[in-house]
């Protein structure tokens, strides 16, 4: 039996990067997953990688994070065909141009807003019932390094992130006392092409894929999970440095890694 049997999962952005090795490892674990994402194709083609390791009840959800009438509309079909929703992964996001704060059109910055920081918020709302109707409510929130402190040409996605945080952690301090337990989790460095967009000098052989990651998400998803309000480091997990790269890298006592 795997570590989520009978767990039902909303994962948005579950198509590409870390959304989508979360989408197969919780599958692989047993829960019953809800994918969302903006494309069709993108989601088809998960659809088919799930299938491909034998799990065809996949529930493919055509879903735009930056706007809160999809996600009052989603709960509503959730609560009429489940009553509860147990685990909310909000991983869904976006880079933006990194460029000078005074120069970027506002559009933009609204966008960059309205998927990395009010998503959040509007999933909150409308999924709150939902993970209060569950025995073991859990929700995981995506953040980035980029939230620790301040750099230039990065304020609008740091921005975001870091009032991402701060939502969150002011949620799990309002729903203390109740069944739910909501964190943030740090990816760290991860092989993805969002990262592959922001550092182009980096070579990605170096990284570890999005799947060495997924142990953490698990964890932090189990209904026997204790912890809330924590900002979490993924560790990551079968995988080893590049020769001369050990520095850049914390090995923890159970063989797992941590950027160092």
């Known amino acids: 039996m795997g570590l989520l049997e009978g767990r039902l999962a909303l994962i948005t952005g579950a198509t590409r990067g870390i959304g989508r090795a979360v989408a197969l490892r919780f599958a692989a674990e047993g829960a019953d997953i809800l994918v969302a994402a903006r ?10 990688a799930l299938r491909s390791q034998g799990y065809d009840r996949a529930v493919l959800v055509p879903f735009d994070v930056s706007r809160p009438d999809p996600a009052i509309e989603l709960s509503n079909i959730v609560h009429e065909r489940y009553g509860r929703l147990d685990v909310l992964v909000s991983n869904a996001g976006m880079l933006g141009t990194l460029m000078p704060v005074s120069q970027m059109e506002p559009v933009e910055f609204d966008r960059v807003m309205a998927t990395n920081f009010n998503a959040l918020q509007y999933q909150l709302y409308a999924f709150h019932d939902l993970l209060r109707a569950s025995d073991a409510g859990r929700i ?17 996605y740091g921005t975001a992130k870091a009032a991402m945080e701060f939502l969150l952690q002011s949620y799990a301090m309002e729903v203390k006392g109740t069944p739910i337990r909501a964190n943030i989790l740090d990816p760290g460095r991860i092989k993805t092409e969002m990262r592959a967009a922001a550092f182009p000098g980096e070579n ?27 900002r979490v480091r993924a560790e990551i997990e079968g995988w080893e440095p590049m020769a001369g790269d050990e520095g850049n890298w914390t090995r923890l006592n159970n063989g797992h890694y941590l950027p160092g």
């Open 140 to 156: 995981v929130a995506v953040t980035s390094g980029a939230a620790v402190g301040p750099r230039p040409y990065w304020a609008p």
């Open 204 to 230: 990605p052989e170096r990284l570890p894929e999005a799947s060495a990651i997924t142990g953490t998400f698990v964890r932090l998803a189990r209904a026997d999970c204790d912890v809330s309000g924590a």
């Open 39 to 48: 494309s069709n194709d993108d989601l088809e083609a998960l659809d088919d």
